[in-house]
């Protein structure tokens, strides 16, 4: 191979580095995750409070709002799950914060995924808002399905 060649194809090397390392770090800086304490106040079954007074919404997910079938239910689970202890925080940082200024985020109990765990007891819908809502989607939709074939929760009511 001739000189040329030899430069073109060290550019192309380097090219192809520099961009698996901008990946490496995109895809890093996709969450951050942090350990915190919830508040007692739960606002609803996709909503928290945590210590310090950040206002958390999950992502991926949505439940019923206060006039809902199975808004407190999901409310309620949603306080079961957070209990009483130390939660994990994972921050989505493709979008840190929603149009109302809540933080996005998916909440863990125990390593448990707690927006999971409500779509996979019927308590909860998946809300694919990108990019953060691509994230887990399958799996999420996954889990939507499995209660909607079991019945559970929302998917045991008859509506449109």
Known sequence: MNKFGNSFKSSINHTLIAVFILLFFISGAAAAQIEAKVISK?????????????????????????????????????????????????????????????TLAWIYVEGADVGLTLLREGLAKVLRIPPCGDIKHEEYLAAQKEAQRKGLGLWSVEGP
């Open 42 to 102: 739960v606002i609803d079954g996709d909503t928290i409070w945590l210590k310090g007074g950040e206002k958390v919404r999950y992502v991926g997910i949505d439940t019923p709002e206060i006039d809902e079938e199975y808004y407190e239910e999901a409310k309620k689970r949603n306080k079961e799950l957070l209990g009483e202890g130390d939660v994990s925080v994972e921050n989505c940082a493709q979008e840190p914060k929603d149009r109302y200024g809540r």
